[in-house]
Structures are given as C-alpha cells and as structure tokens.
C-alpha cells in the first residue's frame, strides 16, 4: 500500500523557466501513466524492461503501489505527466543496501534538466532510508542515458553481451553503472544540477 511521502510535491524549475510539480505516483494518476506512456516515441520505449503501451502493464503497477518495494515519481506540466522515474528497493536479502534507479522523460522535456531533479530527489531518498548504494542500467544503444548516469558520478561496473532484447527482439548489450550514495551525492552538488531561472540560461 502506497503511503504519503513528506516533503512533496516540490516544484522546481527547468532550463528555460518551465515550472514542473514533481510528486510520488498515486492509484488515481493510472489514465494520465497510461497516456504518458503512449506518448513515448518508440526510441524512447526500445529499452524498456515491459511494453508499457499495454494497458495490464500499468494497471499491474498501480495496484500493487508500495513505496517500500519501488518508490515511483512523476512530473506534472498542465495537468499531464510528463517524467517518470523509479528507486527499486530490495527489502529483505543481502541486496537491501543497494537500490536501482530508472527514469523516462517525455520527448519534449529533454534535455531540460529533469533527469538531474529526479536523480537528486531519488538519491535524497535513497539516503534518507538508509541504502548505501544505487545502480542503473543502460543499454548499448543509450549514450545519452549512459552519459546522464555518468555524470552523476555513477562507473560503469560491468558490460552483459546480449543480455537484453529490445522490444523488435534485437539482442543488446547491457551495461551495470553504480555508485555509493554518497559519492553520488557529491558529484551532484558539484555539477549543479539546479536550475537557477535568474541565471538566465
């Protein structure tokens, strides 16, 4: 059961002045997720672990919300969700000090400094619970992903040939990036991530 989070919704700005309210995911957003979805180029949809253009796809996810299994965030412009990112949490086992980051962003709102506030927001989360390290998956194929993560200050682990199939069955390279929380933190702080409007960029 999905339970309230303190401290949101938070709106933040984006490169160019944009003001987007960013907040967990509730059961009553499934038709906006659902529409969100859809909206994806196929580009963006290639490398996603499901085929979230199937509707039993979301409807899974939203009724079996539990922010202590995945804590899911959602960005809201003009009434329509326009970034998704995810923490996985590993609850019991010899993995529940570490969690998995995965986000997606709408077409027309990259590059615009949304992945930045999502990772901050999931890795103050992160420590808040007390996991000690995060890690991200990304496919051959997605530099910017790659990139993105990199400059966060997460390395790359480890490389599995084959180890994905997109979703026209092509097998890809998947590629493990992680980090300690903290070091994660630091390279953020460093790199500001912030958007700052009154800086003019």
């Known amino acids: 059961m999905a339970t309230k989070v303190e401290g949101y919704p938070k709106k933040v700005y984006l490169k160019g002045g944009t003001l987007v309210t960013i907040r ?7 038709v906006k997720l ?7 180029p196929e580009e963006d949809r290639l490398f996603l672990r499901e085929d979230v253009t ?12 539990n922010y202590d299994v995945v804590f ?7 009434d329509r969700i326009v970034g998704d990112a995810t923490l996985h949490l590993s609850p019991y086992g010899w993995s529940r000090h570490v969690g998995q980051i995965r986000m997606v962003v709408a077409k027309d709102f990259q590059k615009k400094g949304l992945g930045g506030h999502f990772a901050r927001l999931l890795v103050q989360h ?10 991200a998956e990304v496919v051959e194929n997605q530099t910017g992903a790659r990139k993105a993560f990199e400059k966060l ?8 040939k084959g180890h994905v199939k997109d979703i026209h069955g092509m097998k890809r390279d998947l590629l493990i990036l992680s ?3 903290s070091h994660i933190w630091e390279s953020m702080e460093s790199s500001m991530l912030d958007y700052n409007p009154s800086a003019g960029e």
């Not at 200050?153 to 599995?160: C, I, N, P, R, W």
């Open 126 to 135: 992160a420590m808040n619970i007390g996991l000690d390290k995060l890690v």
């Open 72 to 78: 899911p965030l959602v960005a809201e412009y003009e």
């Open 34 to 40: 659902k529409e969100f979805f859809l909206s994806l």
């Open 153 to 160: 200050g997460f390395v790359v682990e480890a490389k599995l």
């Open 54 to 65: 199937k509707p039993e796809v979301v409807e899974n996810f939203i009724r079996n919300l």
């Open 24 to 30: 967990p995911l509730e059961p009553k957003d499934e």
């Open 179 to 181: 980090n300690d929380c």
